[in-house]
């Protein structure tokens, strides 16, 4: 019998992308033949990125892992995981709250669109941190150089001073 070739999609937002996302890439590598980190909008979130710098500022931090690409998407993280082939959404877990929300949407998502949902802990050092949180917390002027990689927090440095002039 032939080994099944399994397509994950790991989607997020990524304003910007975290130590801890980049944790849940490494863990998801050894676990799917591709891993496509699928970068998406949400409506609910004030951007400090767009679509295509969130993809570029991504694409070095992967760039030595063989199976894994990154591709912005704007619809419905299943319609998108369809359109792909892939068979499996890879999300991370950093706390209770997650579990929550995150059990909830996997079950929508295995009802609407037959897709399954793969769970991976974060780091216990990435449990506390959120794109979100990182933002609030540069945007008042906290360094944030220890909770991203250096490329993405000379980046978001400099998108600050700009958003801020």
């Given at each position: 019998?032939?080994?099944?070739?399994?397509?994950?999609?790991?989607?997020?937002?990524?304003?910007?992308?975290?130590?801890?996302?980049?944790?849940?890439?490494?863990?998801?590598?050894?676990?799917?033949?591709?891993?496509?980190?699928?970068?998406?909008?949400?409506?609910?979130?004030?951007?400090?990125?767009?679509?295509?710098?969130?993809?570029?500022?991504?694409?070095?931090?992967?760039?030595?892992?063989?199976?894994?690409?990154?591709?912005?998407?704007?619809?419905?993280?299943?319609?998108?995981a369809a359109s792909v082939?892939?068979?499996?959404?890879?999300?991370?877990?950093?706390?209770?709250?997650?579990?929550?929300?995150?059990f909830q949407l996997a079950?929508?998502?295995?009802?609407?669109?037959?897709?399954?949902?793969?769970?991976?802990?974060?780091?216990?050092?990435?449990?506390?941190?959120?794109?979100?949180?990182?933002?609030?917390?540069?945007?008042?002027?906290?360094?944030?150089?220890?909770?991203?990689?250096?490329?993405?927090?000379?980046?978001?440095?400099?998108?600050?001073?700009?958003?801020?002039?």
């Amino acid at each position: 019998m032939a080994k099944k070739f399994v397509r994950a999609v790991f989607p997020g937002s990524f304003d910007p992308i975290t130590n801890g996302h980049l944790d849940v890439i490494k863990r998801g590598v050894n676990l799917f033949d591709e891993l496509i980190v699928a970068v998406g909008n949400s409506p609910l979130k004030d951007q400090l990125f767009s679509l295509d710098e969130r993809v570029d500022l991504i694409k070095p931090l992967i760039a030595g892992i063989d199976n894994v690409t990154v591709q912005w998407y704007d619809c419905l993280t299943v319609e998108y995981a369809a359109s792909v082939g892939a068979t499996v959404i890879l999300r991370g877990l950093r706390n209770l709250t997650d579990v929550q929300y995150e059990f909830q949407l996997a079950m929508t998502n295995r009802a609407v669109a037959g897709i399954e949902t793969v769970f991976v802990m974060t780091g216990e050092q990435y449990g506390f941190t959120s794109s979100t949180l990182i933002r609030e917390i540069a945007n008042l002027g906290g360094n944030v150089s220890n909770l991203i990689p250096q490329s993405v927090y000379e980046k978001l440095k400099q998108r600050l001073i700009e958003k801020n002039r």
